[in-house]
T-cell receptor
């Protein structure tokens, strides 16, 4: 158990819908990262937050957004969902803005 | 820009044999290097990391890796594998002023009895 929690574990929805994925980092970790894992793209970095502020942005679509709240949990919002958004979405946390990251169990999103 | 290449997509090996999973990276800045393991239907678990110091890094479950700056490599080794080592292994690099990880495509280690 990494100490990072993600909810829900599974999510099935339809094209065009909007979903929210939630992540709670390890106690004391200030940085949260979001990654997408798919068969064709592999593991891709989406976005990083550090103590509530956006720190880095990767291959994140404009339909996707994220935020980190004062209690340091983070949410990833995916809207206007397409079939190709079906993937595993991982959250990771680290104590600082760099170094080793601890990954949550992931949320498996299926868009039908 | 940074990139990671894992040279083998699949590595079949018999139980108790040694194994090496190869990883090469490209970066214009100093890097930190990681190996993660993913068991079926699970998240990623850190095996080992290189941040600085000794180029030979020891991790969990008997794995080790050697950072070779001149060859821009960070190969993962284990002298004797077990059936339970069957999993997907990812090499990753980070550097610069963010901690974002750039992953390789992964290597599936298949340990046969």
């Amino acid at each position: 158990d990494s100490g990072v929690t993600q909810t829900p574990k599974h999510l099935i929805t339809a094209t065009g819908q909007r979903v929210t994925l939630r992540c709670s980092p390890r106690s004391g970790d200030l940085s949260v990262y979001w990654y997408q894992q798919s068969l064709d793209q592999g593991l891709q970095f989406l976005i990083q937050y550090y103590n509530g502020e956006e720190r880095a942005k990767g291959n994140i679509l404009e339909r996707f957004s994220a935020q980190q709240f004062p209690d340091l949990h983070s949410e990833l919002n995916l809207s206007s969902l397409e079939l190709g958004d079906s993937a595993l979405y991982f959250c990771a946390s680290s104590a600082s803005g760099w170094g080793e990251q601890f990954f949550g169990p992931g949320t498996r999103l299926t868009v039908l | 820009a940074q990139s990671v290449t894992q040279l083998d997509s699949q590595v079949p090996v018999f139980e108790e044999a040694p194994v090496e999973l190869r990883c090469n990276y490209s970066s214009s800045v100093s890097v930190y290097l990681f190996w993660y393991v993913q068991y079926p239907n699970q998240g990623l678990q850190l095996l080992l990391k290189y941040l600085s110091g000794s180029t030979l890094v020891k991790g969990i479950n008997g794995f080790e890796a050697e950072f070779n700056k001149s060859q821009t490599s960070f190969h993962l080794r284990k002298p004797s594998v077990h059936i339970s080592d069957t999993a997907e292994y990812f090499c990753a690099v980070s550097g610069g002023n963010t901690g974002k990880l750039i992953f390789g495509q992964g290597t599936t280690l298949q340990v046969k009895p």
